[in-house]
């Protein structure tokens, strides 16, 4: 069964940085849409950026020219860089197929102090 793991979350203050990574099995990697979900405190997980198989990219307007997704194929690795972090983007990250299919993995978690 595809086991994810991600890891690289940690504790900031506003403006920091962060470079989230993901692991997963080539084929999640190079076959399928894939993404970053954020569940903030309280709230319900949700998609901010996707990367498919061509490498078209997609963001939520929140973290639109913040954060960058992007992956290497050949290291089994979907990466997030986070800049410019914000107290409202503390929460767990997940990564995932796009659309949620795969059995989620323990999030990293980010805690970013203002």
């Known amino acids: 069964q595809e086991r994810l793991v991600e890891s690289g979350g940690g504790s900031v203050q506003a403006g920091g940085s962060l470079r989230l990574s993901c692991t997963a099995s080539?084929?999640?990697?190079?076959?399928?849409?894939v993404g970053w979900f954020h569940q903030a405190p309280g709230k319900e997980r949700e998609g901010i950026t996707f990367?498919?198989?061509?490498?078209?990219?997609t963001y939520e307007d929140s973290v639109k020219g913040r954060f960058t997704i992007s992956k290497d194929d050949a290291k089994n690795t979907l990466y997030l860089q986070m800049n410019n972090l914000k107290p409202e983007d503390s929460g767990v990250y997940y990564c995932?197929?796009?659309?949620?299919?795969?059995?989620w993995g323990q999030g990293t978690r980010v805690t970013v102090s203002s």
């Open positions: 080539r084929s999640t990697i190079t076959e399928y849409c």
């Open positions: 995932n197929r796009c659309e949620g299919y795969l059995p």
């Open positions: 990367i498919t198989t061509f490498g078209f990219t």
